[in-house]
């Protein structure tokens, strides 16, 4: 099993756990006072909710660090001036790994790809992995299609 199905199976057996346990609870002490509880337990679970949320929010803001020498298999390409025809900019670009092994998978890392200042008259691919630069040349809206 998974390390990740392992935690999601965790989870939810715990959640049952603790839903079976509370609901025990509750009958046994009748529901006059299973209900003052439960307004106790909703005020704490809703300020532990506002809390996760406030935590997402500031885990999406944060910005992404730049591709470092030291992150193996990372890339950072960077343009600026004018250019008149079409841009690729990609991390790892031809034929995807087969089985004679002509090219090895992409390892990790980051790909940053960024366009500084100037103008471009062609289209531009920014990327981390392309197939078929070919295809791309005679049909640019081919570029939303490829998948990572």
């Known amino acids: 099993m998974s390390e990740r199905r392992r935690s999601t199976w965790l989870i939810f057996a715990s959640t049952g756990i603790a839903l079976g346990v509370l609901s025990v609870f509750f009958l046994r002490i009748g529901t006059a006072r299973a209900g003052e509880w439960a307004q106790i337990i909703g005020t704490f679970a809703g300020i532990a909710g506002l809390g996760v949320t406030v935590y997402s929010v500031v885990l999406m803001r944060r910005t992404t660090p730049a591709p470092s020498k030291e992150t193996p298999g990372s890339v950072r390409n960077a343009l600026s001036g004018d250019v008149n025809g079409d841009i690729i900019q990609a991390r790892d ?19 940053a790809n960024e366009i500084r200042a100037g103008t471009i008259t062609g289209f531009v691919i920014q990327a981390r992995d392309i197939e078929d630069p070919g295809a791309m040349r005679t049909n640019p809206s081919g570029a939303a299609e490829q998948h990572e």
């Open 93 to 111: 670009i031809g034929a995807s790994p087969d089985a004679e092994g002509d090219r090895p998978a992409s390892a990790g890392g980051t790909t």
